[in-house]
């Protein structure tokens, strides 16, 4: 997906004042908040298991070409094949090889936010293929044009009546001539067109949740079971994941995943985990012929050792954004890209370049309360502080705000100088203010007053009264 | 100065330097004084260093961390002398207690100094509960309040019970906890002018949730979300009071709240 190109600032505006998704992130608010809430307090180790999980996490980053190689040779050995793709591009090129030396027309995905990443669909479609979502909520987001606007759920942005009306005007080709008059209507119908679209297909194209070094298996979740059909049923499956996803083994994969559906959902378990590893044998009752990972880099290794390594613990929970009063506010579309929220602040800069992301890392009021919730214990603040940082330091703040900063910087590290400035302004403006408490308008704080007004000061500064006093003693 | 001396003179009287914050002293001055007050009613003799401004973290937030290096410098020196620092904001005192030793860090002169000075620096609530273990002080204030848990103060510091205990004591006052009380009011220091619309959309949602509580009083620990809340609450036409807990604590609070005047 490309990266949009009007500032975050003019597409949240417009979400703010959207009000059909303000009811729909409403939802998120209230529901998956309270949900996860339970499923956490009914886990008294859930904090152990967070320290848990970031540590399974960090040992496999500090050991990442070790486990990416043993991973590699398990692929093999069940008779699967991994390709390394430096970038988006390359990985697209070698998706649409594979795809081609297929023969395919039909392509099945299962949910795959790295494959958003590398604008995947476009580049098959370019290639004459047919692309189909299996995943509801991706399958809504594609016949609608748009881009996911959450990492778990896709559609959250939608209401049901969105929802009904796209049907009603894109379904009709397939015989559905009434407009639905309920969720399960409206899910019986993707049903009934992508039962046809499976048997129809040639490649599967599926995400990975955990990549297990041990055994060399893929392991997806799903509560639709979309996963199971799209890595079975067709010909080819082709498994696409960022070089991050392998953990070593099954039972590190059961500690984050036990992690991943309390997080993502406030469930247990997810409905479905679905396991692959390499293609069909002999005696297999079902799967593909051929089996083929794409390990995608795409800036990640670039992110190994250094300041911004912890982002790569990330499992794609979306709780950092269920959590985000940002973006329960702008919603998901507004970050711009694949990954909004605070993880998306972290690394749509990290992955596209700063000056594609300029305003992500300050659109956050560094409240904490992603980190809080974060199940691999990610310091996002602590993050998009440090994005700031670079790009202080790289010239991507603005004039205004770096004169801003720099000059009062400058006067806090002059106490005399700064005391007999605010000693003079200080009692003018509370003056000014002493009746009403407040001003409507300040020159130069319109970024203030424009919705809120501004307590005036109480009287003099603490400072002044404070010498006073101690002069009179 | 060389070096810190962390001293108990010739009393047993702790010796606390006050740090005020750059918004107590412009805005709301009167906190600082409700500050001195509990703090010499809990037996403390306090002091006002008069090299402290603000503790950097508009700088540091912005990026700027040279600058803020240089800041955090010049308030370890201005607080060097004292048996600790207390301040009237979680998100200052975490400034210092956590931020300070991060940033300084690599600094051989100072990276010890930013640690001792970290280790001796509290918020005022967290101070007076978990430190000097004062009892709930005996005041009144009559009203209906609700109180909102600063971001940095509950998650840098953990500051959540303390406040909540010193005013259970306070005759009159009924503590109803909102929805959502901790979830951030749309200051974020700068972000409050970078994003107007956002900040104003987050605070209004709080506002929303003092209104559902039914109280008349709105109290917190941090003047940067009080000057935020109160400003909406103000622009709304809104009958709420917005007062700092230190106020209620030390019976300063018969002076007009915060964004009120003299004829509300
Ligand atoms: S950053 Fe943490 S909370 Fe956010 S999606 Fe990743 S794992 Fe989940």
Known sequence: MAIAGESFKSRASSALSDASLQTSIAGLKSGFVAARARAVAALPEFEAMRDAGAAIKDHTLAHLDVYLERYEREVVRQGGKVHWARDAEEARRIIREICAAAGARTVVKGKSMVSEEIDLNAALEADGLEVVESDAGEYIVQLAGEAPSHIVMPTIHKTTDDVADLFEDRHRAYGFMDRAKSAAELIGQVRTILREKYFAADVGITGANFLVAETGSNIIVTNEGNGDLTSTLARVHIVTAGIEKVVPTLNDASVLLRLLARSALGMEVTSYMTLSTGPRRADDLDGPEEYHVVLIDNGRTEMLGGAFQSMLRCIRCGACMNHCPVYLSVGGHSYGWVYPGPMGAVLTPMIAGHEKAKELPHACTLNGRCQQVCPVKIPLPDLLRRLRHQQWEQGFIDATTRWGISAWAWLAQRPKLYRAATGLAIPVLAWLGRSSGRFRSLPLASGWTAGRDMPAPQGETFHAQWARRARQK | ?264
Request: glycine content about 12%.
């Open chain 2, 1 to 264: 100065m060389t070096g810190d001396r962390a001293s108990q003179t010739n009393s047993t009287q702790p010796r606390v330097g006050l740090f005020v914050t750059c918004l107590v002293d412009l805005f709301r001055p009167g906190i600082g004084f409700a500050c001195v007050k509990l703090l010499e009613d809990a037996g403390c003799a306090v002091e006002v260093p008069a090299a402290q401004v603000c503790c950097g973290q508009p700088a540091f937030n912005s990026g700027d961390t040279d600058a803020t290096r240089r800041i955090a410098r010049q308030t370890i020196e201005a607080f060097a002398g004292y048996d600790y620092v207390v301040g009237p904001s979680g998100s200052c005192m975490a400034t210092i207690s956590k931020d300070y030793p991060e940033i300084l860090k690599d600094d051989s002169e100072w990276s010890e100094r930013a640690r001792a000075l970290a280790g001796r620096s509290y918020e005022l609530m967290a101070f007076l509960t978990d430190v000097l273990e004062v009892s709930p002080p005996e005041t009144s204030f009559e009203g209906r309040a609700t109180y909102h848990d600063s971001c940095s103060g509950l998650r840098s510091l953990g500051i959540k019970q303390q406040p909540r205990t010193l005013l259970s004591g306070v005759k009159g006052l009924t503590l109803t906890e909102m929805q959502d009380a901790e979830v951030c009011c749309g200051f974020g220091g700068t972000f409050c002018v970078k994003y107007p619309e956002i900040s104003v959309k987050m605070v209004s949602d709080k506002i929303g949730n003092i209104d559902a509580s039914g109280a008349d009083t709105l109290l917190g620990g941090d003047l940067g979300c009080l000057l935020n809340i109160a400003g909406r609450l103000k622009r709304l036409g809104k009958d709420v009071r917005v007062l700092h807990t230190a106020e209620v604590l030390a019976g300063m609070a018969d002076r007009p709240g915060i964004g009120d005047g003299d004829r509300d």
